[in-house]
């Protein structure tokens, strides 16, 4: 059981709600029209998120997916850098030149992912090895989907990662569906920890709406990364509660399954743990609760007041100097 | 001097003692760069112990142990997807393909993951990814392209070929000292067959410069690669009938030395593009358009191109030979052009 102080358990809740409550101010502000482009949830998977990154430390590396909300909150975003990325706004982290959570900076601890699903591995063992190099005892987190598990990049990262023996921890977030495709559509294998044995490397389930074992299987797997270990696969069992994205009324999701895993949502089994343990009462939640409520609605208000982007921005930052042009360029000179 | 006719035999004085053979320019110019800068590193398929397939990097491993010559997995996506972690964490890599061909396996790391990151979220990716492209050497459809057009295509890389082993050395140490992802397509052809004094010191080459390889008055050859050395052998050639040609090499494809390639249209008044890639979406047609543009009213005949056929490349020596450009293809063109 987990090594957490009192303090930390309620942080671990505290961040729970932060992404909770964060997406569905987004909800809000996407049927406002307010949100450009797609809003993707992470509704019941909080706990897969806020529990496997909650076992770094400074220093530390994380390379999300735009499920993990969780994860750069952990990793010190602000609601507000969440809300003006989905707002497409100049003061966004990308500067609104990429939508949603796909941002990030090394100094920040957070590599940006790109769509194509299974690209963030073998950066992350990447982002290990430099770490390696400089002798900056980092560990390297990234997280796949089931369906991302398929693709060639995720085997050759992890494989090369084993191969190098690199300090890297992959969470398999199984939620059960990629887009409209279920899990027995998406591989053969019984579950995704299986897949660990053919890479040479430990491979890991758990519970993923349960972040306290969430915590506990990240933190064997950073502590046997930072020890020379190398690298670990844990699969979190959880589920996708909304569709792929905001637009999908997800109609082929089984209504039964999506009541069975209702009951197992993360953050008010976390609560119920908290009460039973004796970690926290009641009060203590509703504290945390209205503080995080507060603190949305001011980022929500200060990102909405957010400038958008000036057109000419568009032509800059693809190289370290120089624009690019956008006129044609006819140039007469007569000889 | 062996070898099929497309590439025009090097002048003879070349093989004097104290020069330097393209492919050891090139492995003195990472050497160097791997003894003034320790992040930079390189990784590959069998480029540690065996020194490459073409041993480009022969003997490094000896110098710098396998933490900066690393031997990789057959996976041409992670070692990119490494290397593009690693240049984020302020290393700089160079990813060895072991034939230029295999860039492909790794074109979603290279186009959207180390070409997008600085616009998409202002971290600079600086890697060099280096390989053999080219022809002439009867490797067939999947050992001897040259997918240049391709990247050129992809804001945020930037390409350079190098034709001199000068050159070769030169821009390899550029390329590993930019701030950005740098495609460094070699030419497997010219590996061993060009040998040439190096420039003493620090030799750096400028990335985004040309070079002018002769000059001339008639008509412009504007090539690169390989190519280089066809456009002088087929300038020898025509100068006995009395077309000067002017050769230039643009040693980067992008970002083009458009002046360069202005002044020595606006002086001659002729073009002719050459490349040993493929014709359809080519640099060459790049260059057309940026003439068409900038040098409309100088030019006194068609842009012309000389380049490969749109088909694969072709592997028995007889089709080969017909798909490569060379100079008497390149001698036609410019005596029509010449006469226009």
Redesign the interface.
Known sequence: MSDLAREQKLELYRFMRLNRVVEERLVNLYRQGKVVGGLYRSLGQEATSVGSAYALRKGD?VGPLIRNLGVVLVMGYSPRDVMTQYMARATS???G??CNL?????ERGV??P???LG?L???????????R??KKDLV?MTWIGDGGTST??FH??V??AA??KLPLVVIAENNGWAYSTPFRKQTAARCLADKAAAYGIPGDQVDGNDVLAVYDAARRAVDRARSGGGPTLIEAMTYRMKGHAEHDAQAYVPKAELEEWRERDPIARYSRTLFESGAAAAADLEAIDSAVSEEVDREVEAAEKSPLPTPDAALH????S?A?DVE???????? | MSGPAHLGAPDETATAKGQTTYVDAIREGLREEMQRDPSVFLIGEDIGVYGGAFKVTDGLIGEFGEERVIDTPISETAIVGAAVGAAMMGMRPVAEMQFIDFISCAFDMITNFAAKSRYRTGVGVPLVIRGPSGGGVHGGPFHSQNPEAYFAHTPGLKIVQPATAADAKGLIKAAIRDDDPVLFFEHKFLYRRIKEEMPPGDHVVPIGKAAVRRAGRDLSVITYGAMVWTALEAAKILEAEGIDCEVVDLRTLFPMDEETVLESVAKTNKAILLHEATRTGGIGAEIAAVLSERCFEYLDGPLVRVTAPDTPVPYSPPLEEAFLPNAEKLCRAARALAGY
């Open positions: 590396v982290p990308s500067g030149k990429d796909h941002f990030g900076s090394p590599i940006s790109i769509s194509m690209a591995v073998p950066v992350m063992a990447g982002i290990a090895l430099a770490g190099m400089q390297a060639g990049a050759e990262g494989n090369f191969v190098q930052g693809v190289y370290a120089g690019a044609p360029v006819i140039v007469r000179r007569t000889p």
